[in-house]
């Protein structure tokens, strides 16, 4: 099993710019989250989904889009780049959504806006 | 609503050394409680977690936890670094309700083992 991949690994957008960051996960997992991870804030959660056509919101959403239409994918979409945007995002996968659950993260993509 | 608080945001101490990295959550429900550590441009990876039972929780690579619940604390310790533990440490909590998922963490604490 590779786990959980992330694509670019490195990214630098100017301002305005979309872009789509890219997650997988080859393990069967229900539960997929986007976090991104700021110096001496942690990780802060920005969008979730429990399941294959099914979103929801975490604690910072405001700037980013997700959807779900496969089970192995969670792409996370920024629609018009800022450089408070700017941050290292982390994708993460867990079998179910039950609270026991480890979550398990890929290698994370580093983003810069100018 | 909970919270994380890290302590120290670094800790420098010497190879062989104990070390402590202290960890304090507010919850008004009860929590499960998890270590995880991000070694350099790495993705994070899992220590250890406490679900129930035994408040002294073993974990990966020599590490242990003790859960306080009277002190609010899941400190992590180790009796003797590496050089190679040498990496950033973060503790999380999440609500144990099975409601979710949603995982709540601290700001980080840096461990940098020097020779």
């Known amino acids: 099993n590779a786990g959980v991949t992330q694509t670019p690994k490195f990214q630098v957008l100017k301002t305005g710019q979309s872009m789509t960051l890219q997650c997988a996960q080859d393990?069967?997992?229900?539960?997929m989250s986007w976090y991104r991870q700021d110096p001496g804030m942690g990780l802060r959660l920005i969008h979730y989904?429990?399941?294959?056509?099914?979103?929801d919101q975490g604690e910072v959403p405001n700037g980013y889009n997700v959807s779900r239409s496969t089970t192995e994918d969670f792409p996370l979409r920024l629609l018009s780049a800022a450089p408070s945007q700017t941050s290292v995002y982390f994708c993460?996968?867990?079998?179910?959504?039950?609270?026991?659950?480890?979550?398990?993260f890929g290698p994370g993509t580093r983003l810069t806006v100018l | 609503a909970q919270s994380v608080t890290q302590l120290d945001s670094q800790v420098p101490v010497f190879e062989e050394a104990p070390v402590e990295l202290r960890c304090n959550y507010s919850?008004?429900?009860?929590?499960?409680l998890f270590w995880y550590v991000q070694y350099p441009n790495q993705g994070l990876q899992l220590l250890l977690k406490?679900?129930?039972?035994?408040?002294l929780v073993k974990g990966i690579n020599g590490f242990e936890a003790e859960f306080n619940k009277s002190q609010t604390s899941f400190h992590l310790r180790k009796p003797s670094v590496h050089i190679s533990d040498t990496a950033e440490y973060f503790c999380?909590?999440?609500?144990?309700?099975?409601?979710?998922?949603?995982?709540?963490f601290g700001g980080g604490t840096r461990l940098m083992v020097k020779p």
């Open positions: 989904s429990v399941g294959a056509g099914i979103t």
């Open positions: 919850s008004s429900v009860s929590v499960y």
């Open positions: 406490y679900l129930s039972g035994s408040t």
């Open positions: 393990m069967n997992h229900e539960y």
């Open positions: 999380a909590v999440r609500r144990n309700n099975n409601a979710g998922n949603m995982l709540t």
């Open positions: 993460a996968s867990s079998p179910t959504s039950g609270s026991r659950n480890e979550q398990f």
